[in-house]
């Protein structure tokens, strides 16, 4: 077990839907780090949070978006959804920027 | 030309084989270099961390780094089948940017 809790871990919605996807980071970690993973894609960086800010952005689509709470933990929300958005999505986290990240099981989307 | 290259595989070896897996990189910037391994539809979970050019080893695992040559590797000793898992070499510049790249995987299968 990493530490890193990642929920639901599986969803099924409807193309056009919006869902939500929460991680929770290992205790006393500050950044965390979202990434898509498909069969033909592999993983993908999607964005990377710091303390509670943006730090880095990927190939993030603009119906997808992000936030780290005061509290570390981050969502990731997805809106309108198609149905090439179906993949595993993890969340990472490590305790600064430059140290090992540590992933959670993954949230398995299939939007339908 | 990819960022970071790797071998997909698949590798099939028998039991107690020592296993050899690789990524090349284009990106000079990179300074820290992991290995994964992830079991089918779970998490990645983090085998290697190191900053420097060099061995580090750890148990049966020992991940090497030639930043002149931009190549990795992990050796795997006395393979077991528990060791069948996709392997993913991941890669992170620091500065500003601190985004983990990866390899698409090498599929390992050790045979018993």
């Not at chain 2, 020992?62 to 990795?72: C, E, G």
């Not at chain 2, 006395?78 to 698409?104: E, I, V, W």
Request: with cysteine.
């Amino acid at each position: 077990d990493s530490g890193v809790t990642q929920t639901p871990k599986h969803l099924i919605t409807a193309t056009g839907q919006r869902v939500t996807l929460r991680c929770s980071p290992r205790s006393g970690d500050l950044s965390v780090y979202w990434y898509q993973q498909s069969l033909d894609q592999g993983l993908q960086f999607l964005i990377q949070y710091y303390n509670g800010e943006e730090r880095a952005k990927g190939n993030i689509l603009e119906r997808f978006s992000a936030q780290q709470f005061p509290d570390l933990h981050s969502e990731l929300n997805l809106s309108s959804l198609e149905l090439g958005d179906s993949a595993l999505y993890f969340c990472a986290s490590s305790v600064s920027q430059s140290t090992e990240a540590f992933f959670g099981q993954g949230t398995r989307l299939t939007v339908v | 030309q990819k960022e970071v290259e790797q071998d997909p595989g698949p590798l099939s070896v028998p039991e107690g084989a020592i296993v050899s897996l690789n990524c090349t990189y284009s990106n000079s910037a990179f300074q820290y270099f992991m290995w994964y391994r992830q079991y089918s539809r779970k998490g990645p979970e983090l085998l290697m961390y190191t900053y420097s050019s060099g061995n580090k080893e750890d148990g049966r695992f020992t991940a090497q780094v030639d930043k002149s040559s931009k190549y990795i590797s992990l050796f795997i000793r006395d393979s077991q089948p528990s060791d069948s898992a996709t392997y993913l070499c991941a890669m992170q510049s620091g500065g500003s940017n601190y985004k983990l790249t990866f390899g698409k995987g090498t599929l390992l299968t050790v045979n018993p």
